[in-house]
């Protein structure tokens, strides 16, 4: 990581941190994430389908020994999608194959990437989402979404 600015490996899904969000004043687009995660997880989960991009910021401890504190890069609908999946299939345990749910989040794939500061790691999460927003309906940003995110920007330009 020191070398190359980035890090890739195979980890526990839950390290990630849910509540934190690049963009915290946009909100996330439920059904889509709902759309998303019967298209990709129709039946069990044994497999993530996208590598999820977290961001290290200088004086971060290492990323096993921050768990459950890793900022995401990636679009956070990604995250959510196959999560929201689980829930769907939990009342009827016969559709969910827990060995292989677990399995999944236990080897989900890991792109850990330098940052230089917080600016930085937010940067690096917009541009992501535009990168995925061209292919993945999941992330494409809304008009209510480009509402809070311009609201959001400006409040933390100084902006009234």
């Known amino acids: 990581m020191e070398r190359e600015g980035k890090y890739v490996a195979a980890s526990n899904m ?6 934190w969000s690049a963009s915290p004043h946009t909100p996330i687009n439920k059904k889509a994430m709902q759309a998303h995660g019967r298209v990709h997880y129709p039946c069990t989960i044994s497999r993530f389908t996208d590598t999820f991009i977290i961001g ?24 959510h999608s196959p999560l929201l ?54 992330v494409s940003v809304t008009p209510v979404q480009s509402i809070f995110e311009i609201v959001g920007l400006k409040k933390s330009l100084g902006g009234a």
């Open 56 to 79: 290290v910021l200088p004086g971060d401890p290492l990323p096993y020994e921050s768990k459950g504190a890793w900022k995401l890069i990636s679009p956070l609908e990604l995250a």
């Open 85 to 138: 999946r689980i829930e769907e299939q939990l009342p009827d345990m016969t559709s969910l194959d827990s060995e292989s749910t677990a399995k999944a989040m236990l080897t989900t794939s890991f792109l850990f990437i330098k940052c230089t500061d917080e600016d930085d790691l937010k940067l690096k999460a917009r541009q992501q989402r535009e990168l995925f927003s061209a292919t993945h309906t999941l």
């Open 14 to 19: 839950l390290n990630i941190n849910f509540f």
